[in-house]
């Protein structure tokens, strides 16, 4: 994120200090979903050869479900919670409707 404060300005240690944890968390986050989406990729690797739809609605109203109730417990808006999934969810289904085209070829 950029800073609004002038060239040469010093930046106080609290805020300097919070910047850099939310950077750790940021490269936390990045890893995270780096692995979750290896094994979304296996998924859709399965689902393909068992000839599986890509999408499960079922699967992922229970997900919903699960993590808006985790979002609440952190203190975290469970809408937003609910709006990451999704973003996540769609992004899976595309990688798997890309792996059981590939396979059909």
């Known amino acids: ?13 609290e805020l300097a200090r919070l910047r850099h944890s939310i950077d750790n968390i940021d490269a936390a986050l990045i890893h995270i979903l780096a692995e979750r989406f290896k094994a ?8 393909a050869e068992l000839g599986l739809p890509a999408s499960d609605p079922g699967r992922e109203a229970v997900q919903v479900a699960r993590l808006r109730e985790l979002a609440r417990e952190a203190d975290l808006d469970p809408v937003f919670a609910e709006k990451f999934l ?6 899976v289904i595309r990688h798997h409707e890309a792996i059981a085209s590939a396979r059909q070829r």
Do not use: C, N, Y
């Open 1 to 13: 994120m950029s800073d609004s404060r002038p060239a040469g300005s010093v930046v106080p240690a």
């Open 40 to 47: 979304t990729q296996r998924v859709g690797v399965l689902k």
């Open 86 to 91: 999704a973003f996540i969810v769609e992004e």
